[in-house]
């Protein structure tokens, strides 16, 4: 038994270099099979959630523009309402003051004139 141990021929427990060459294609082509089907799920989930964030945006935004339009409506009632109510009032007040001017022309007369006094000393300052 004269056995060389650095003998080049092959020993039947070691594979052959093309097995090995085989084998790492093998796995190599699982690995590349396993992680393109991750990826393809990966991308289907992305995408179902961009799709989720957009109607929840849509939604969103359509309840914001439901809210803002109510929010004008009433605002616009509130100050067509005081808009009324101050139209009203310089109403008044235009009746009342030619109802006193009516009734006291003599004092009116002295009032205009004493201010429009006042308000010439004022300019020529």
Do not use: C, W
């Not at 359509?62 to 139209?87: F, L, M, P």
């Amino acid at each position: 038994m004269n056995e060389n141990p650095f003998s080049t021929s092959p020993t039947p427990a070691t594979p052959s270099l093309e097995e090995a060459a085989s084998d790492l294609r093998s796995a190599v082509s699982d690995f590349a099979s396993a992680t393109s089907e991750k990826a393809t799920a990966v991308k289907n989930r992305a995408v179902e959630t961009a799709e989720a964030l957009r109607a929840t945006a849509t939604d969103k935004a359509e309840h914001y523009k439901t809210v803002a339009t109510e929010k004008a409506h009433i605002a616009t009632e509130s100050a067509q309402q005081r808009y009324d109510d101050a139209q009203g009032k310089a109403k008044e007040f235009q009746a009342t003051a030619e109802d006193y001017i009516r009734q006291n022309p003599a004092k009116t007369i002295l009032g205009a004139l004493g201010v429009g006094f006042l308000i010439g000393l004022i300019t020529r300052k």
